[in-house]
């Protein structure tokens, strides 16, 4: 994640710098206000890598929203459907029970149909065996007339309830069946509903698994960037109380060099720069591409109030002391490069950054003129050259007012 290298990238430059969270270091005994400037920056840097996660962040908690509230309406959609299919499953199972019951009756239909069929014929086919014989014994029986003619309707009465009830059978089975065959189509009907129903409640379960899937990942990303966000908080907070222990360090020491000079009977004072003579930093080049005081930034992250000026050299080229002193400064970084300061006593001091290599270290007493560096292009920079800086008592001065080539 970008935000977090930003955020890590920062903490080593910190680190290489010498602004560590946890604690004063020898770096911050020489506490100056090069250390105060670079731990503005990155709060400045970390403030505007939390906005960006802020802004981030509230993006997540809006879709996360609209994610959320698009899954409750799936939710609802699911129940409906389910909802829906089990009303079908108890139409389908019933309208089967309704089929079976219509088969049955159509198999009992059947077989009265069969049954009386049969019965009608045996009754044909005696009657046509022993048809003579009845038509004569009918006659000779009969006591009179009106005996005989009621005999013969008897005949014809049974014929004709032969025909009514084959004919009732035969209309009775054919309703039940065709009755059978409304209920199949009905059932298939039911079926094909149920399957189309089947096919959508699967596909809204795709898509409602799809959206949860997406709020977990929501969830997740909303989860890091607050430990982002938190940790930036804390690193802020840090370099807060840094940039107040740095302030309080040096006011520490400025206290401590005027009981110095009480102590041995003199007056503290700045000293008057025009008492200190001070030589050209860089022999090898005279040329000042960036002068003391505002300007427009030439790299991302360099300041657009210059406090210094900067001095156009080779590589490897020497860097000397400007004046007699000690050095108080020396180490890297991430806006300055490697950089030594060397304090020049009353208030006074001068610096050198961006170097190559740094030949003295903190302690150590240099003479004017001697080497005390090699000029590079490290830290805030855009090619070769020698930020050179002149500091009297606490504030940075134009050093061109007081040196030249």
């Not at 939710?75 to 299919?85: C, H, I, R, T, Y």
């Not at 006011?251 to 041995?264: N, P, V």
């Not at 025009?274 to 022999?283: A, D, E, V």
Request: charged share 25%.
């Amino acid at each position: 994640m970008r935000m977090r290298h930003w955020r890590h990238w920062i903490q080593a430059a910190a680190l290489s710098g010498g602004l560590l969270l946890g604690g004063m270091t020898a770096f911050s005994a020489y506490a100056t206000s090069v250390e105060i400037e670079d731990a503005k920056k990155q709060v400045s840097a970390l403030e505007e890598e939390k906005k960006k996660v802020e802004s981030t962040l509230s993006q997540l908690e809006g879709l996360k929203a609209d994610t959320a509230a698009y899954v409750k309406k799936l939710d609802g959609s699911l129940s409906s459907l389910a909802e829906e299919l089990e009303q079908l499953g108890n139409r389908i199972t019933l309208k089967e029970e309704e089929i079976d019951q219509a088969q049955i009756q159509l198999e009992s239909a059947k077989r009265e149909e069969e049954h009386q069929y049969d019965s009608m014929k045996l009754r044909i086919k005696y009657m046509y065996e022993n048809g003579q014989n009845n038509l004569l014994d009918m006659v000779m029986e009969s006591g009179s007339i009106s005996e005989l003619l009621n005999r013969a309707e008897y005949v014809s009465q049974i014929a004709e309830y032969d025909r009514k009830m084959l004919t009732a059978y035969a209309s009775a089975k054919e309703q039940v069946a065709s009755r059978e065959q409304n209920l199949e189509k009905e059932h298939g009907e039911l079926l094909v509903l149920q399957e189309s129903t089947q096919a959508k409640q699967a596909s809204m379960q795709k898509l409602m698994d799809s959206k949860k899937s997406e709020l977990d990942s929501y969830n997740s990303k909303i989860a890091m960037a607050q430990d982002e966000l938190d940790q930036y908080n804390a690193d802020i907070k840090a370099q807060e109380e840094q940039m107040k222990r740095i302030e309080a360090e040096m006011k520490r020491r400025e206290e401590e060099a005027r009981k110095k000079a009480e102590a041995a009977g003199k007056t503290y004072t700045v000293s008057n720069l025009g008492n200190i003579s001070f030589k050209w930093p860089c022999p090898s080049s005279s040329r000042i591409t960036s002068n003391f005081g505002d300007r427009e930034s030439p790299t991302e992250g360099a300041s657009s109030n210059h406090k210094g000026i900067d001095i156009s050299a080779s590589t490897g080229a020497d860097i000397i002391a400007a004046a007699d002193g000690e050095v108080v400064i020396s180490t890297y970084s991430y806006s300055a490069g490697n950089y030594i300061m060397l304090d020049h006593g009353g208030g006074v001091s001068t610096v050198y950054m961006h170097c190559s290599k740094l030949l003295v270290g903190v302690g150590e007493k240099v003479a004017k003129g001697q080497v005390i560096a090699k000029v590079g292009s490290t830290g805030y920079s855009t090619g070769s050259h020698l930020h050179f800086g002149i500091r009297s008592g606490g504030t940075y001065v134009n050093p061109r007012s007081y040196v030249s080539p």
